[in-house]
């Protein structure tokens, strides 16, 4: 079975500064998506970024990029410029390409804005 | 609009006492899913369903049960054999392939 670990439950970061939040995955398959979602105090689950396995470039989106290390399992989130909008729980998640479409999900890090 | 509905936003269960937990989506996705947060443990799938008439445990689907005999609709009942099932409840529904549209959730609490 898959497993997603995030090792900050929590983090801090000065408003404008860059922040970047770790995740790591084991699994045994080759072809995969990862996920990182932000949860906002509204607790409505919001799509943040996306990376597929086979694609070895980066996945990016406006202040948000990743940092896709296959090899190591490894699937962080850099956060630039960070805004006081961006205060909130963020999961980092794992879905199969093969069979079933679940996503597991890590246990969260709490990302604080000060500012 | 489309989108992912979850009806009521606060549910409140006697001990002893089943309650279902609505999830209605428009749409037009084939699969849908219910998981449970908890603080501290992320979210964790309770069931999920690809198809009408087929469902799917996940990982924590003891005391729980679904159905899905429309695709637009896959309720969660919480049985009274759940002995912990105070949390906040998230559906989710996606295309095969898709990426996920989540509900905006419901806060279970047992009093």
């Known amino acids: 079975a898959q497993t997603v670990t995030q090792s900050q439950p929590e983090m801090s970061v000065q408003e404008a500064e860059t922040v970047t939040l770790s995740c790591t995955y084991d699994?045994?398959?080759?072809?995969?998506?990862l996920f990182w979602y932000k949860q906002p105090p509204s607790r409505q689950m919001i799509l943040v970024i996306r990376?597929?396995?086979?694609?070895?470039q980066n996945a990016t989106e406006n202040r948000f990029s990743v940092n896709f290390q296959k090899a190591a399992k490894s699937f962080s989130l850099k956060i630039s410029d960070s805004q006081l909008g961006d205060a909130a729980m963020y999961f980092c998640?794992?879905?199969?390409?093969?069979?079933?479409?679940?996503?597991?999900f890590g246990t969260g890090t709490r990302l604080t804005i000060i500012p | 609009d489309g989108g992912i509905t979850q009806s009521p936003k606060y549910l409140f269960r006697k001990e002893g006492q089943n309650v279902t937990l609505s999830c209605e989506q428009n749409?037009?996705?084939?699969?849908m899913y219910w998981y449970r947060q908890d603080p501290g443990q992320g979210l964790r799938l309770i069931y999920y369903?690809?198809?009408?008439?087929?469902?799917q445990k996940g990982d924590i689907a003891e005391g729980y049960s679904v159905s899905r005999e429309k695709k637009e609709s896959f309720p969660l009942t919480v049985t009274s054999a759940q002995k912990n099932p105070t949390a906040f409840y998230l559906c989710?529904?996606?295309?095969?392939?898709?990426?996920?549209?989540f509900g905006s959730g419901t806060r279970l609490t047992v009093v």
């Open positions: 989710a529904s996606s295309l095969l392939g898709g990426g996920y549209t």
């Open positions: 699994t045994s398959e080759s072809d995969y998506y």
């Open positions: 990376q597929e396995a086979y694609k070895q």
């Open positions: 998640a794992y879905r199969s390409n093969f069979g079933n479409e679940k996503l597991t």
């Open positions: 749409l037009n996705h084939d699969a």
């Open positions: 369903s690809q198809i009408v008439n087929d469902f």
